[in-house]
């Protein structure tokens, strides 16, 4: 049987960036991934996930903050683009962009609280309905480069990776693990990190975890939601410097949208309903298909309040989110074993 110092199960960005900082720190690393890094069965495929500052809790603008030096690390040593600067507005009578502000100015990050009027002077493509935050440091991670980037930089310091190693099991073996693979393959690991995403729920139950560590997960809901691109009634060429990210708060409604990148050709805006999705009991569950009654309220909702864009998708697609009830991260250790699950509206992508 092989053995590792450490195994990390799940190649997304937060296994791909445990990896690249164990092994950066001359731990013996391996990455377990079910299919290959970034597919687009999980949560950190593609080129468009939004970047942004503004948090209701100061803790994550912080962490934010200390972030920066290690994107600046990761793109040197990657020679890759992985953020682009676009700035994000957010608004709507439940977004609170006032109290997003104090956050902000706490926290020191140049921003800027706009009245609807002058924003719509700023940006007359989206029709403001409340006042608007802006803060220009925000942007567009390119998800799929960020998540090849790290595997690149963990190689470099010597982790393996293992593609098509669907992790079924955990069982303790003395002072170590034994991960058992769906197809029955074996690896010994002194210590395992799950980074699972979507596939978290189901595997759960299979690790050698105190019954206490349990009952105190908070539960995980994995969705299917889902994303529209609609084009710009603009020229494409120009229209993509002209729009921020944002994120808008209705009474029942949350929208946000971004620059949709390469996914879908440069040529048009990703607007999705954030937790519009069907519950599934885990990743394994998902059927990619889109919802027709979601589609038609992101359709209507682009009509009425982006009249910068043709409310006409010509690409849609399926993604997942894992959220916890208060959107807040689950990082957590007992016995020699991690869990992580960003939750969407908080984690290293931010919201899809």
Same mark, same amino acid.
């Given at each position: 049987?092989?053995?590792t110092?450490?195994?990390v199960?799940?190649?997304?960005l937060?296994?791909?960036?445990?990896?690249?900082?164990l092994?950066?720190?001359?731990?013996?690393?391996?990455?377990?991934?079910?299919?290959?890094?970034?597919?687009d069965?999980?949560?950190?495929?593609?080129?468009?996930?939004?970047?942004?500052?503004?948090?209701?809790?100061?803790?994550?603008t912080?962490?934010?903050?200390?972030?920066?030096?290690g994107?600046?690390?990761?793109a040197?040593? *990657?020679g890759?683009?992985?953020?682009?600067?676009?700035?994000?507005?957010?608004?709507?009578?439940?977004?609170d962009?006032?109290?997003l502000?104090?956050?902000?100015?706490?926290?020191?990050?140049?921003?800027?609280?706009?009245?609807?009027?002058?924003a719509?002077?700023?940006?007359?493509?989206?029709a403001?309905?409340?006042?608007?935050l802006?803060?220009?440091?925000?942007?567009?991670?390119?998800?799929q480069?960020?998540?090849?980037?790290?595997?690149?930089?963990?190689?470099?310091?010597?982790?393996?990776?293992?593609?098509?190693?669907?992790?079924? *099991?955990?069982?303790?073996d003395?002072p170590?693990?034994?991960?058992?693979?769906?197809?029955?393959?074996?690896l010994?690991?002194?210590?395992?990190?799950?980074?699972?995403?979507?596939?978290?729920?189901r595997?759960?139950?299979?690790?050698?975890?105190?019954?206490g560590?349990?009952?105190?997960?908070?539960?995980?809901?994995?969705?299917?939601?889902?994303?529209y691109?609609?084009?710009?009634?603009?020229?494409?060429?120009?229209?993509?410097?002209?729009?921020?990210?944002?994120?808008?708060?209705?009474?029942g409604?949350?929208?946000?949208?971004?620059?949709g990148?390469?996914?879908a050709?440069?040529?048009g805006?990703?607007?999705?309903?954030f937790?519009?999705?069907?519950v599934?009991?885990?990743?394994?569950?998902?059927?990619?298909?889109?919802?027709?009654?979601?589609?038609?309220?992101v359709?209507?909702?682009?009509?009425?309040?982006?009249?910068?864009?043709?409310?006409?998708?010509?690409?849609?697609?399926?993604?997942l989110?894992?959220?916890?009830?208060?959107?807040?991260?689950?990082i957590? *250790?007992?016995?020699?074993?991690?869990?992580?699950?960003?939750?969407?509206?908080?984690?290293?992508?931010?919201?899809?």
């Amino acid at each position: 049987m092989e053995s590792t110092e450490y195994a990390v199960i799940g190649a997304g960005l937060a296994g791909a960036s445990t990896a690249w900082h164990l092994a950066a720190r001359g731990h013996e690393v391996t990455v377990l991934e079910r299919s290959t890094p970034a597919n687009d069965a999980g949560s950190s495929h593609g080129s468009a996930r939004i970047f942004r500052y503004a948090y209701e809790d100061g803790f994550y603008t912080r962490l934010l903050q200390r972030s920066e030096e290690g994107w600046a690390e990761l793109a040197r040593l *990657s020679g890759r683009e992985l953020i682009t600067a676009t700035g994000s507005v957010d608004y709507g009578a439940e977004r609170d962009p006032a109290a997003l502000a104090g956050v902000l100015a706490a926290c020191g990050v140049e921003h800027e609280l706009l009245g609807a009027e002058e924003a719509r002077g700023r940006w007359p493509q989206i029709a403001f309905d409340t006042d608007v935050l802006w803060h220009p440091g925000a942007g567009v991670i390119d998800a799929q480069e960020t998540v090849m980037a790290m595997v690149g930089a963990a190689a470099d310091h010597g982790a393996r990776l293992e593609t098509g190693w669907a992790a079924e *099991s955990v069982v303790r073996d003395g002072p170590a693990f034994v991960v058992t693979a769906e197809d029955g393959r074996t690896l010994r690991a002194g210590r395992v990190v799950v980074a699972a995403g979507g596939w978290l729920p189901r595997l759960l139950g299979a690790l050698p975890l105190p019954e206490g560590f349990l009952g105190a997960m908070p539960h995980l809901e994995v969705r299917q939601e889902q994303a529209y691109h609609f084009p710009y009634a603009e020229s494409p060429a120009e229209a993509p410097a002209t729009w921020p990210t944002f994120i808008h708060m209705r009474r029942g409604w949350t929208a946000y949208g971004l620059p949709g990148g390469r996914d879908a050709g440069f040529r048009g805006q990703k607007i999705a309903e954030f937790n519009g999705g069907k519950v599934l009991p885990s990743a394994a569950d998902q059927d990619g298909v889109i919802d027709p009654e979601n589609r038609r309220r992101v359709v209507e909702y682009v009509r009425e309040y982006l009249p910068g864009l043709v409310p006409e998708p010509y690409a849609e697609t399926t993604c997942l989110f894992t959220n916890t009830p208060t959107e807040d991260f689950v990082i957590d *250790s007992a016995g020699g074993i991690t869990v992580v699950s960003p939750a969407r509206g908080t984690g290293p992508s931010s919201r899809p």
